[in-house]
């Protein structure tokens, strides 16, 4: 009996030490420490010093929680903008809660390498021959990648014809392409598409790059 109180005691002192530790974070954000959530994607948070023998859920009101790949992680679905709670519970009680922001994701832009103004000399292009997805702000490391896009150009009004590429970097029919083009021809970047962590594509506005 003394030894079963005192496995309790310990469990108990484990359970309070543990609690007295716990945060919620959203890791995808530059600054783990704004506590912001998104609609449109699945947002990974994690039970932050959560003991490994411990088996914590997780509630909140505006939205759909799923458990994730990884014990202590879940993958949190924004439904409605606003203020929502985050709440851990433990054996169906709460023991832990955050507030976290909800918001919209900002414009996602895709430049050339790290090209953000519009015109670059060819050298300057090859240095990075591929699109980069960038978050103004730079607050966020949401995982996009470039899935595919249409590259063509145009030169004293007459168009090249379109060139299909797969992945972020520039296939060799365009890398040669470029490479043999004049001043003053503007590099056409169309039909950008990409894949996020949620599973969904999403197509991106075109844009444009003039060669100097």
């Known amino acids: 009996m003394q030894k079963l109180l005192l496995c309790l005691f310990l469990y108990m002192s484990l359970l309070v030490k543990a609690q007295s530790t716990l945060d919620i974070i959203n890791p995808n954000l530059t600054n783990i420490e704004k506590p912001y959530l998104y609609l449109g994607v699945d947002n990974l948070v994690v039970i932050k010093n959560a003991p490994a023998l411990m088996n914590y859920d997780m509630e909140m009101t505006k939205g759909i929680i799923t458990a994730g790949e990884e014990k202590h992680t879940f993958l949190i679905n924004a439904k409605k903008d606003g203020i929502d709670t985050l709440k851990v519970t433990f054996g169906g009680r709460v023991i832990y809660k955050k507030a976290f922001i909800i918001d919209r994701l900002p414009d996602i832009m895709v430049t050339v390498g790290n090209i953000t103004k519009p015109t670059a000399g060819i050298d300057e292009i090859m240095m990075q021959p591929m699109l980069r997805v960038a978050l103004p702000g730079s607050y966020l490391t949401f995982p996009f990648t470039i899935k595919s896009f249409v590259f063509y150009t145009s030169y004293a009004n007459s168009k090249s014809p379109q060139i299909e590429n797969s992945g972020p970097y520039f296939n060799k029919e365009i890398i040669d392409f470029i ?20 599973g969904l594509q999403r197509t991106v506005s075109s844009f444009t790059l003039k060669v100097q």
């Open 179 to 198: 490479k043999g083009l004049r001043k003053g021809t503007t590099l056409y970047f169309t039909d950008v598409k990409l894949g996020s962590p949620d």
